[in-house]
């Protein structure tokens, strides 16, 4: 049983930067593909970046693409979400996901494709 912690939420005002964590524990976590996403209030979750196991390939949504850098450190068994010029509409809580796979350079964008989740950190970003 896998088991993820999101961490590194708060509040930020508009144009400033967070860097969300996640911390994961039980399983192999060097196999596992990791993946970013949020949920704002009143709207369906929504996938914001993606990164394979092997951390060379990343994937992210267009609304956060030259703003939002996730990253992975296999050793400490924990990815990352750098968030930098954020915006009203970046307010969401954010979670990371992992799904185990044989392909060392495949990420997921489907939520189905995932089969753990975090408890989720929230973001709110201010005027």
């Known amino acids: 049983q896998v088991q993820l912690v999101e961490s590194g939420g708060g509040l930020v005002q508009a144009g400033g930067s967070l860097r969300l964590s996640c911390a994961a524990s039980?399983?192999?976590?060097?196999?596992?593909?990791m993946g970013w996403f949020r949920q704002a209030p009143g709207k369906e979750r929504e996938f914001v970046a993606a990164?394979?196991?092997?951390?060379?390939?990343?994937y992210y949504a267009e609304y956060v693409k030259g703003r939002f850098t996730i990253s992975r450190d296999n050793a400490e068994s924990t990815i990352y979400l750098q968030m930098n010029s954020l915006k009203l509409e970046d307010t969401a809580v954010y979670y990371c996901?992992?799904?185990?796979?044989?392909?060392?350079?495949?990420?997921?964008?489907?939520?189905?494709?995932?089969?753990?989740w975090g408890q989720g950190t929230q973001v709110t970003v201010s005027s």
């Open positions: 996901a992992t799904t185990s796979t044989y392909s060392p350079d495949r990420y997921y964008i489907n939520e189905i494709s995932y089969n753990y």
């Open positions: 039980g399983g192999t976590f060097s196999s596992y593909a």
């Open positions: 990164i394979s196991w092997s951390g060379i390939n990343a």
